[in-house]
Nanobody, 120 residues
Framework: QVQLVESGGGLVQAGGSLRLSCVAS????????MGWFRQAPGKEREFVASISRTGGGTRYADSAKGRFTISRDNAKNTVYLQMTSLKPEDTAVYYC?????????????WGQGTQVTVSS
């Protein structure tokens, strides 16, 4: 399994933007589906977005559609989440996930998470 390390979280005002990055090591990154999840205090971890091995296919949660963009650079072993028009309800710890077969809460590789806080 790949090891994943997220970065790019922080404090931002509502309406602002952030770009999260997740760097993979220890595996063949291009063979992994990748995704982002988030977990707010007191809530379950939820799916945000996922991307195919080549980057040609993406999927988003309804809450992310039109505001977030997932992308990947296989040459850099990195997946990104560009977040715009951020809302206070986007506040959560954001986790990167990777798996050869499926992106779900049961995916095999997870990062440690990066905190995103959106102030109103």
């Amino acid at each position: 399994q790949v090891q994943l390390v997220e970065s790019g979280g922080g404090l931002v005002q509502a309406g602002g933007s952030l770009r999260l990055s997740c760097v993979a090591s220890g595996g063949t990154f291009s063979s992994y589906l990748m995704g982002w999840f988030r977990q707010a205090p007191g809530k379950e971890r939820e799916f945000v977005a996922s991307i195919s091995r080549t980057g040609g296919g993406t999927r988003y949660a309804d809450s992310a559609k039109g505001r977030f963009t997932i992308s990947r650079d296989n040459a850099k072993n990195t997946v990104y989440l560009q977040m715009t028009s951020l809302k206070p309800e986007d506040t959560a710890v954001y986790y990167c996930a990777g798996d050869p077969a499926v992106i779900s809460i049961r995916s095999g590789s997870w990062g440690q998470g990066t905190q995103v806080t959106v102030s109103s």
